[in-house]
T-cell receptor, first 117, second 113 residues
Framework: GENVEQHPSTLSVQEGDSAVIKCTYS??????FPWYKQELGKRPQLIID?????GEKKDQRIAVTLNKTAKHFSLHITETQPEDSAVYFC????????????????FGKGTHLIIQP | KAGVTQTPRYLIKTRGQQVTLSCSPI?????VSWYQQTPGQGLQFLFE???????NKGNFPGRFSGRQFSNSRSEMNVSTLELGDSALYLC????????????FGPGTRLTVL
């Protein structure tokens, strides 16, 4: 089955600096890679996702890059703000396409991002 | 639209008992996935239901089961509870499959004594 490794487990950055979280996956068939943000005591929320037919995707201060050959993908947050403090989870899955379903998401263990004022 | 809801929000059970958790998806969503979240293991996929059928199952023992009703509401059941089953159980709904945008519920916090 799929295995997702996520690093670092804790990341502390100064407000305004950039943060990068990295994940590697084991199953080369995986083609869907979402990132979730979970604030303390709250439910996980999807912040960005990428599919294997693109190498990079941006949404304002957040970007995700995918390297299929190396089987790794990364989350980049620029100009960090206090509200970015949370636990971030990466995940991987196989989307079988319009004719079928998808495998369940396999999650990394999470990165606790701390924004220092 | 109303978000994903889960009941109950908190449960305390003793070893050997069984428990049933409920999840109501966003209206129109037909895929419901269940996850177990613990500090040690993180988020782990339990199973996914679509159109009243289990479509995928994670690596959990048979004590964990679920079902989905015709209105897409889903329940999961854990029989013969063990201390290690203490966790936050999250369900997530999506329109058709788990690789559509998944919306999580608030979770049910299960404590097994």
């Amino acid at each position: 089955g799929e295995n997702v490794e996520q690093h670092p487990s804790t990341l502390s950055v100064q407000e305004g600096d950039s943060a990068v979280i990295k994940c590697t996956y084991s199953d080369s068939a995986s083609n869907y890679f979402p990132w979730y943000k979970q604030e303390l005591g709250k439910r996980p929320q999807l912040i960005i996702d990428i599919r294997s037919n693109v190498g990079e995707k941006k949404d304002q201060r957040i970007a995700v890059t995918l390297n299929k050959t190396a089987k790794h993908f990364s989350l980049h947050i620029t100009e960090t703000q206090p509200e970015d403090s949370a636990v971030y989870f990466c995940a991987a899955s196989l989307d079988q396409g319009s004719g079928g379903g998808a495998d369940g998401l396999t999650f990394g263990k999470g990165t606790h991002l701390i924004i220092q004022p | 639209k109303a978000g994903v809801t889960q009941t109950p929000r908190y449960l305390i059970k003793t070893r050997g008992q069984q428990v049933t958790l409920s999840c109501s998806p966003i209206s129109g969503h037909r895929s419901v996935s269940w996850y177990q979240q613990t500090p040690g293991q993180g988020l782990q996929f339990l199973f996914e239901y679509f159109s009243e059928t289990q479509r995928n199952k994670g690596n959990f023992p048979g004590r964990f089961s679920g079902r989905q009703f015709s209105n897409s509401r889903s329940e999961m059941n854990v029989s013969t509870l063990e201390l290690g089953d203490s966790a936050l159980y999250l369900c997530a709904s999506s329109p058709r499959r788990s690789t559509d945008t998944q919306y999580f519920g608030p979770g049910t916090r299960l404590t097994v004594l």
